[in-house]
């Protein structure tokens, strides 16, 4: 009997991390896709890029940057708190990330709300008045910036998931690759926002 | 069994640093593009970008840490990525 609850609690932790970085890869690539398509349309409608991009707000961009990045060492510092068998310190540096990923979303979505008040979204008549280039840049701003969101939501989700395992003592620092996993989502995560950034609010 | 990360556990402090570096370039990309530089802003501005993602994979995501197939994948899906976007580029200039 005891022989096979030992068995059962065999685990592949390079296995698991590789399971997720080819994850990864499948998300970058989707992401890199779409690097491409912005890439193509902003040749073709450079006047219209530029004058576009100036009405996204370069201090909210920052800002969202800055969170990020925060957030990005706090889960980093998380992988090695659980090393160093601190759970009170595991618990915060996770509850942190969470928080800072929840402050990116309201900030998004009052950004959003401005860019709509204004009348710049997908299919609006102001927008169908300036032409093709500035329909094509708040498309791909919306669909990129929105498809990155649902990035942060299910970042959120994970880590969330992650953090109920550390309390449980299911994640501690002989079996952790759960909160490496979900750490490395969230660096995914901080890794397409630090392409987003420059190539909608800073180059215009 | 044995778990990659467990024979180097990165110290908090290397964290501190990657972070106000990155937070550094970040400012130093927002400061160049404020100049009107024309088509070098891209150019500058995905430069600070990439070396901002080099360091978040290295250091944030243990690719320097850990054992060399992590980083060895990365550099196979980078390679993959950069011929489709030097193919769409040639495909695109020559039509």
């Known amino acids: ?204 | 069994m044995s778990n990659p990360g467990e024979n180097h556990i990165v110290p908090y402090r290397i964290y501190i640093y990657i972070l106000v570096t990155l937070l550094t370039l970040t400012g130093l990309s927002i400061l160049v593009t404020s100049f009107e530089l024309g088509p070098l802003a891209v150019s500058a501005a995905l430069l600070f970008a990439t070396i901002k993602t080099t360091l978040v994979f290295m250091y944030f995501m243990h690719l320097k840490f850990d054992q060399p197939v992590y980083a060895i994948m990365v550099l196979v899906v980078l390679f993959v990525f950069i011929a489709v976007i030097v193919v769409t580029f040639l495909d695109y200039s020559f039509r």
């Open chain 1, 1 to 204: 009997m005891s022989q096979t609850a030992t068995h059962a609690e065999h685990f592949d932790a390079t296995a698991s991390k590789i399971g997720m970085w080819l994850f990864i890869f499948t998300e970058l690539l989707l992401f890199g896709g779409l690097f491409i398509v912005y890439s193509v349309i902003r040749f073709s409608n450079q006047v219209a890029f530029h004058l576009a991009a100036e009405e996204l707000s370069v201090s909210m961009g920052a800002v969202n940057t800055v969170l990020l990045l925060i957030s990005s060492m706090t889960i980093a510092m998380s992988v090695s708190s659980v090393q160093f068998g601190n759970k009170k310190l595991t618990l915060f540096l996770i509850s942190i990330t969470i928080l800072i990923g929840l402050v990116f979303l309201v900030n998004k979505y009052f950004e959003w709300s401005t860019k709509i008040e204004h009348g710049l979204y997908p299919g609006s008549s102001v927008l169908q008045g300036f032409g093709n280039g500035d329909t094509l840049f708040f498309g791909l701003y919306f669909f990129m910036t929105g498809l990155h969101a649902l990035h942060i939501v299910a970042g959120i989700s994970i880590l969330a998931w992650v953090l109920k395992r550390v309390a449980d003592d299911n994640i501690h620092a002989g079996h952790f690759v759960h909160l490496e996993n979900g750490a490395l989502y969230w660096h995914l995560v901080d890794v397409i926002w630090i392409f987003l950034f420059p190539l909608f609010y800073l180059i215009s």
